[in-house]
């Protein structure tokens, strides 16, 4: 296994096919679960017989023919108390969304309890809907004697009034998976209290005033199982607009308590990439598994921009490297076919279908490049260390996996003078045709003020194929640093209406 490994696919498959036992120091999980859901929702008996579709930002979990096909196989082909438990939940909870869920889990902790060390440690991130049910499942998958704590995440949000106390908490369970585990001793300082009354007992053991002091400044109070950390605040750098994204301060608490440096950590719902980005920076070894690309793009751009990884230093499974890969993602998910092409020429996507649902606009874009089109009140034309504002520039991206005609072409047209971009890229699996060249080629050019008299082509049609081959558009030098600007401004308006920060 590589460091530094991003798989794109279900993290079941990838658990199974590619992993081998015993690998990982330390397993950290943060599965979906949409809790904001209402509860008597959730527990409703459903029988929905379509195929489990697990797209990043929704519930995933629903009672399905593949989560029978899963529960049949746990309690026939595992072990006695896995079958036990398995016919349990099902007699307690009929067959829902929650079934589902702990179905969906069970096989996949299973498979993460065989890829973990003697040595290591796996921490469940959750929420209070199904965390009794999970610490169950947790209790016979490691054990119970392996159980070590149940975390407490406190934070502080904006919730809506309701006839019960606030929920401001997740829940994080900590298992081992032996007693000989890693464990560095975490210390919260001593509070100003504390402290007073260790001066006093200084003061009447003179004799012991050095050692004393010592430990006192150095040490403080083992960290306890409450911990207290913000939500990312709106304004902080390492926000990137992934609704679920967990702060860094977090996973920085666990991954120095049970790892070391050079040890392995997995994440096998890594989301945008919080743990791999903790663990780069503790110069941990890391693997993480996401199923949609959105996640696999958002992290090589989390790790570029703020770590300075580049993509080479990554490697990334499960993603198209040749046309029938490409196909073939289309085929099956036009979707996850769409990310993928988008990262190809660093595009932002701007209309994710999580975002059309919030939004609810489909403007008919699928993403957007920014590139510097000038330096307003700086010191001249085309100058880039003068002071002064840069403007942006835009290119808007349309990804096609199906036929393609002329018309789509005179309507990308259309979107880019509405939008007021300065250029469209038409990105296709099939090769245009004639008159589409000619459209786009009749659209003529621009330039900006940066680059004076070049020129570049208004509409651009880019094969996939042409893509693979490295082509890339022909657009003033990229600005890397801004392609998630518009994303992090839509999550922070929705954080300001949703979740409002009340900081520590
Ligand atoms: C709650 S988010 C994780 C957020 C992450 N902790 C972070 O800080 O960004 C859950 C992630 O699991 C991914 N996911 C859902 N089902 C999956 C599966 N079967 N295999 C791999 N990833 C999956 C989703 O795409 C989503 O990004």
């Not at 490994?5 to 999980?29: H, V």
């Not at 890829?115 to 929420?127: E, I, P």
């Not at 009749?442 to 008299?453: E, V």
């Not at 003033?476 to 922070?492: F, R, S, T």
């Amino acid at each position: 296994m590589k460091n530094r490994t991003l798989f794109f696919g279900d993290n079941l498959e990838i658990l199974r096919k590619k992993i081998p036992s015993e690998s990982f120091d330390l397993i950290y999980l943060d599965p979906p679960f949409n809790s904001s859901r209402d509860y008597n929702v959730l527990f409703k008996e459903g029988l929905q017989d379509s195929p489990a579709q697990v797209h990043a930002f929704e519930d995933s979990w629903h009672w399905s023919r593949e989560s029978k096909h899963t529960f049949d196989h746990l309690v026939t082909k595992t072990n006695d108390n896995i079958a036990k438990l398995m016919l349990a939940l099902e007699k307690i909870l009929g067959h829902n969304d929650v079934l589902a869920y702990l179905v969906m889990m069970t096989v996949r902790l299973i498979e993460l309890h065989r890829v973990l060390k003697k040595t290591g440690s796996l921490y469940l991130h959750c929420d209070p809907t199904a965390s009794h049910y999970l610490k169950i499942v947790l209790d016979v998958v490691f054990g119970k004697k392996n159980f070590r704590n149940e975390i407490i995440w406190h934070y502080r949000r904006w919730t809506a009034k309701a006839k019960k106390f606030q929920r401001l908490h997740d829940i994080i369970f900590f298992y081992s998976k032996s007693d000989n585990y890693i464990w560095n001793q975490p210390y919260i300082p001593y509070t100003e209290g504390s402290l007073k009354r260790k001066e006093h007992t200084l003061h009447r053991f003179k004799g012991e005033e050095k050692y004393l002091v010592k430990k006192t400044k150095e040490e403080g109070v083992p960290e306890n199982d409450v911990w207290q950390i913000p939500f990312i605040p709106p304004s902080a750098k390492e926000r990137l607009g992934y609704p679920t994204q967990k702060p860094e301060a977090l996973l920085e608490k666990i991954i120095k308590a049970s790892s070391n440096e050079g040890d392995w950590i997995l994440d096998p719902f890594c989301g945008c990439g919080t743990t791999v980005a903790v663990a780069e920076k503790l110069k941990r070894k890391w693997v993480g598994v996401d199923i949609t690309s959105l996640a696999i793009n958002l992290i090589k751009y989390r790790l570029r921009n703020r770590l300075g990884i580049g993509k080479k230093q990554i490697y990334t499974d499960g993603l198209p490297t040749d046309l029938s890969g490409a196909k073939e993602l289309f085929k099956k998910d036009p979707f996850e076919f769409e990310y993928w092409a988008l990262d190809l020429v660093n595009a932002i996507p701007s209309q994710s279908k999580s975002r059309d649902k919030m939004r609810g606009a489909d403007k008919g874009i699928d993403g957007v490049i920014y590139f510097h089109k000038n330096m307003a009140n700086g010191n001249g034309n085309g100058n880039r260390n003068g002071k002064g504002k840069w403007e942006y520039g835009k290119a808007i991206v349309q990804v096609k996996g199906g036929s393609v005609q002329r018309s789509q072409i005179a309507t990308l047209k259309g979107d880019v003078e509405r939008e007021k971009a300065e250029a469209g890229i038409f990105i296709t699996l099939e090769e245009p045709t004639k008159p589409m060249t000619s459209e786009a080629v009749n659209a003529g050019s621009f330039s900006t003020p940066l680059t004076g008299k070049i020129e570049f082509p208004r509409i651009q049609i880019i094969t996939v194929k042409e893509l693979l081959r490295g082509k890339i558009p022909n657009l003033p030098q990229g600005l890397v640093e801004n392609y998630y600007k518009e994303a992090e401004a839509i999550d922070i308006e929705e954080n300001q209406t949703n979740k409002i920060d009340l900081k520590f």
